[in-house]
């Protein structure tokens, strides 16, 4: 503020002091001579300082022209001048708004007009690291891939762009299903960039399909270090990793270090389901029975699972279904209320021949979750109570149509798989897998051996019906004729020849010729002999529609 003021008062005591010496100088009425070649001119103060002007500005004219003519040698001798200078900004601005153009290009994907820009850019502008990399950029949108690995080998030679070519090329090399090669790539522009996390995620998902489970381990190390993924998150994928470390390391002889990563994996995530049997196998290797017992019984309160039962079973195979239903007991109290333990509970109950408590234990999961198991389940109860083979077989037959319940579904494209692993088959998704249902169901029209079910159900008749072949005859026959009437010949009948309560294959079925009876009217008919009762006929029912019972009249009950 003090400063702009002494500015001022500078500027008016200058514009003071010329004015009071113009005015002092015109009341003097003196003039200014100057003589030159014998000619003098006399100028008044108002003229003498218009002199003095016009001749300043001819003295700059004259310096500026002969800056010009000293840039015209220069410029002819090849140094760097203003005119040089003139043409290469004239240049440069062509380059930039070629590079521009050519961004906007590759960006609304027309890949030949990016091109077009490209060479132009590239033609104006001296900057390699900029026209190369939308040159590769624009290769790509116009789909030319020799031609952009070609650009991005080039931009290897400069450390400002070596790691967006090494980047190019991996996606290059992903394209082509070469997924060695892209986590080669992908571990070199790691080592350019290691807080890049787009790199990060991609070299942690090359290594999980490539089984590099180390240095898998090693970058979610440094992610979860970095801040950038939840400490259970971290701490869950860490154990799925030393999981498959620890299989491999098992696979080569190594039990003792195998075992170790197996039971560390399942300390850190008791969910994880795989690493609970991997572990208790290595516990019951070793003889520790409590230790195998613990962790499988901790696992089985957080996730229970088919897999845990089974592995709880090995640690005393060789005991009587009795003892093994009391000592499951204690595996089934970490959490008795899920289905997975009603079901566990029916089955140890079928084997120990308790058909009745084995019922009650399943409850009516049967009927509010049909499943293969659970219908298989019932199916077993029903033939061990005794029922009849018709109830056997149609539970055997519903189980034919039902869903297969929980199985190892992906998260990310739904797709099941038969066991757990690590990454999906169908998407490479890591730690996708959930121990569920699949969301579509098949109905019985698209399940195979559906086409099966009216010969696999069907019962005996409740009773013969009274009506005698004789009377039957009468009644169809006409009354005009006394001629015998010959019984049009039945077909063969396909029966399967399989034991009772079993699913028939194709090659079971054989053919039956079926019995008929001779309708023929005598007059004179012989007497009547004890007939034996008639075979019981099996009736065809479909899976989907109840039976309905008939009385001895052969009406239909209600």
């Known amino acids: 503020m003090l400063l702009s003021l002494l500015k001022i008062l500078f500027f008016f005591a200058v514009v003071l002091a010329v004015s009071l010496g113009a005015m002092h100088w015109s009341e003097t009425g003196q003039v200014l001579r100057v003589e030159y070649g014998g000619t003098e001119i006399a100028l008044s103060p108002l003229k003498a300082v218009a002199a003095l002007l016009i001749l300043m500005v001819l003295a700059w004219l004259a310096f500026r022209l002969l800056g010009l003519f000293l840039a015209f040698l220069r410029f002819i001798a090849g140094d760097e001048t203003a005119i040089n200078r003139y043409f290469a900004r004239n240049r440069q601005r062509k380059g930039y708004e070629a590079l521009g153009e050519g961004m906007l290009a590759v960006a609304s994907g027309e890949g030949k007009l990016a091109q077009d820009k490209a060479a132009k850019a590239e033609k104006f502008l001296n900057q390699p690291h900029i026209t190369n990399l939308l040159t590769a950029q624009a290769a790509e949108a116009a789909g030319d891939k020799n031609r952009a690995d070609v650009v991005y080998r080039r931009m290897l030679e400069d450390d400002r762009t070596r790691f967006v070519a090494i980047r190019g090329l991996m996606k290059h090399k992903l394209d082509q299903g070469e997924t060695h090669a892209a986590m080669l790539l992908a571990q070199k522009a790691y080592a350019l960039k290691p807080r890049h996390k787009e790199m990060q995620d991609t070299l942690l998902d090359l290594q999980t399909r490539e089984g590099e ?47 170790e990563a197996a039971i560390s994996a399942a300390k850190a995530s008791p969910d994880l389901i795989p690493a609970a049997v991997l572990a208790a196998r290595s516990y019951i290797a070793q003889k520790d029975y409590r230790n195998a017992s613990r962790i499988l019984e901790k696992t089985w309160s957080v996730r229970p699972h088919p897999d845990v039962a089974a592995a709880y079973a090995e640690i005393v195979p060789d005991e009587t279904p009795t003892a093994r239903l009391k000592r499951f007991e204690r595996l089934i109290a970490k959490n008795p209320n899920v289905e997975e333990s009603h079901l566990l509970r029916a089955e140890l109950l079928l084997a120990a021949e308790d058909f009745p408590a084995a019922r009650r234990a399943l409850g009516d999961i049967a009927e509010k979750h049909p499943t293969v198991r659970t219908l298989s389940i019932m199916a077993a109860i029903e033939r061990g109570e005794g029922s009849d083979d018709s109830v056997v077989r149609g539970w055997l037959a519903r189980a034919l149509t039902a869903p297969r319940g929980p199985q190892w579904v992906c ?15 169908s998407c490479d998704g890591f730690d996708t897998l959930t121990w569920r249902e699949p969301e579509e169901k098949r109905t019985t029209a698209g399940q195979p051996g559906a086409e099966m079910l009216p010969l696999l159900v069907g019962g005996p008749k409740p009773q013969a019906r009274a009506d005698t072949a004789e009377e039957i005859a009468e009644e169809v026959a006409p009354e005009t004729t006394a001629e015998p009437v010959t019984p049009a010949p039945k077909k063969p009948v396909e029966v399967a020849d399989v034991a009772p309560g079993m699913v028939p294959r194709e090659e079971d079925y054989i053919e039956v010729a079926p019995s008929h009876t001779d309708t023929r009217r005598d007059v004179t008919p012989p007497a009547p002999e004890p007939a034996p009762a008639p075979e019981a006929e099996r009736t065809l029912v479909r899976p989907d529609v109840e039976p309905v019972d008939e009385d001895a009249s052969g009406k239909k009950r209600p």
Request: charged share 30%; glycine share 6%; hydrophobic share 40%.
């Open 411 to 425: 998260d990310k494209c739904h797709n099941v798989m038969g066991e757990w692993a690590p990454v999906c088959d």
């Open 213 to 259: 489970w180390k240095g898998a381990r090693a970058i979610l190390k440094d992610k979860r270090r970095q801040g950038d993924l939840p400490k259970d998150v971290v701490m869950r994928r860490d154990a799925i990793l030393a999981l498959q470390e620890a299989s491999e390391v098992l696979s080569q002889g190594n039990s003792i270090s195998a075992r």
